[in-house]
């Protein structure tokens, strides 16, 4: 799996400003998000069940972005624009792809509808109601009136988010009856997304219905499922069922998660022994790999190979545990077999090119510097490929292009400071009038102004 967990959002999703969720926030957990996980097979699962949605709104399924966010809540959220986040709770408590495909149609909806823009805007228009209720204070208080004054002051947040609310409210019910528009024109049910509202948001409403109006940024659940359930019900494709493609890959996708999230006790759990399908055994290789039983692990993925020899996920998953239990060399076969399943699938490239740095050194870095071009070729911000990218051409001894490749991996990172170190490095080393050299110029000058912008913020913060 999972070829990374990162810690945060990446420099583009990080300073995005505005988030759209597709559920109450009342089911949020109190933890953070721990942070995203890169997973071929689970990324190409959510494609595969988006894409159609997509396309079914006019929009192109390349310039939407998927991400799935390490968090044990149900929820799920378009921001900066059209990147669509998907935690692995909702995943997880899912009981049907039809549940997922509706909270997927749902986040279209927000997408096609504009709704980014449009919150963005309603956010400015907040200000003159906050402002307007703070002015009122400070008069209030240099009239005499200090209680009056204090409670028009506290009060301000309460004047902007109402004004707020009454906007999102109706983009969320825009964006459900749009969901509908959208699974209707690619022949699914909106019974998931019923169900889903009524097993996963429902439970939650007593809760949300103690809050002020005012921080109501979702309509109450059983609205939303009122408004939804004559259309759902009266819609031509009602009946419409999960697909056998898609069940198969909603059961691979929520065993692979339980094995990589969950503790070897909770798999084994869902997935006990006598289980003998091919999800159970999926679920019980990642557990056992993750508590490092090799034997075991290799035991399950060994049955999984017999029984299906061109699944490339399976291939992977034996490169991964070989490679992380210092068998590199073992491992470059079964990332090579899954390469050639799935070709040009960037963090498989990458897979097999740090196997083969590992693995052969100086000798295998033809093979991998040209896997990583064409990786980063593809997700130019993957801060993994360009880190792999910079100890393959270390390996080399061509410094310049190692201090370049440090410098894309930190900027992909949003580490402006190390990333205008790197590439200051890169330029003095490289040829000048080369892509390279420019390409570090171009780092240098970006990454520099974003450093001094940042300094200027703070000293003014500090005066």
């Known amino acids: 799996m999972v070829a990374s967990v990162v810690s945060a959002f990446g420099r583009r999703i990080a300073e995005a400003a505005v988030a759209l969720g597709a559920l109450a926030l009342i089911t949020a957990t109190p933890a953070a998000a721990q942070g995203l996980i890169r997973d071929a097979e689970i990324e190409e699962t959510l494609r595969v069940y988006t894409n159609p949605l997509l396309e079914a709104a006019g929009l192109d399924p390349a310039d939407v972005d998927l991400y799935i966010v390490n968090d044990a809540s149900v929820n799920a959220f378009v921001a900066g624009g059209q990147n669509i986040f998907v935690h692995t709770g909702l995943i997880l408590r ?25 919150r963005s805007q309603d956010m400015q228009r907040a ?3 906050m402002l307007l209720s703070i002015g009122l204070g ?33 983009q969320e019910s825009s964006a459900d009856q749009a969901a509908m ?21 429902r439970p939650y409403e007593f809760m949300s219905r103690r ?13 939303r499922v009122e408004a939804l359930r004559e ?11 999960d697909s056998e493609e898609n069940l198969r890959r909603f059961r691979f996708m929520q065993a692979k998660l339980v094995g990589f ?69 073992e491992s470059i076969a079964y990332h090579r077999r899954s390469l050639e399943l799935v070709p040009n699938q960037p963090l498989l490239q990458i897979n097999l090119a740090r196997a083969l740095n590992a693995a052969e050194g100086r000798a295998g870095t033809d093979e991998s510097i040209a896997l990583l071009q064409a990786a980063v070729a593809r997700e130019p911000d993957n801060a993994y490929a360009w880190r792999e990218l ?7 001894g061509e410094e310049g292009l190692a201090q370049l490749a440090s410098a894309e991996q930190n900027f992909a990172l949003g580490d402006y400071n190390s990333a205008l170190s790197f590439a200051e490095r890169a330029r003095r080393t490289l040829p000048r009038n080369t892509p390279s050299y420019q390409r570090a110029n171009d780092i240098v000058l970006f990454a520099g102004n974003e450093v001094r912008d940042r300094q200027a913020q703070q000293r003014g913060r500090r005066s």
Not at 141 to 170: K, Y
Not at 211 to 223: G, I, L
Not at 390 to 396: C, E, I, P, T
């Open 94 to 118: 899912a009981d049907t792809p039809n549940e997922v495909i509706g909270v997927l149609a749902h986040e279209t909806g927000h997408i096609s509808g504009g709704h980014g823009a449009r």
């Open 127 to 129: 200000l003159g109601p």
């Open 138 to 170: 400070v008069l209030a208080i240099a009239a005499g009136a200090p209680d009056a004054g204090a409670a028009l002051i506290s009060g301000s947040s309460a004047f902007g988010m109402g004004e707020i609310v009454r906007h999102t409210q109706v």
């Open 181 to 201: 528009q959208f699974l209707d024109a690619t022949g699914q049910s909106g019974r998931g997304l019923i169900s889903f509202f009524n097993t996963q948001i």
């Open 211 to 223: 809050a002020p109006p005012w921080m109501m940024t979702h309509p109450f659940s059983s609205d």
């Open 231 to 241: 259309r759902v019900q009266s819609a031509e494709n009602y009946n419409a069922t």
């Open 261 to 329: 999230i969950q503790t070897q006790g909770q798999t084994l759990a869902r997935y006990p022994l006598r289980d003998t399908s091919q999800p159970a055994r999926y679920a019980r290789a990642v557990a056992y790999y993750r508590v490092s039983d090799l034997t075991r692990a290799r035991g399950e993925l060994d049955v999984l190979m017999r029984e299906d020899p061109n699944n490339p996920y399976f291939q992977e998953l034996m490169g991964q545990i070989l490679f992380e239990n210092g068998r590199a060399e």
């Open 390 to 396: 910079a100890q393959a051409r270390d390996l080399r």
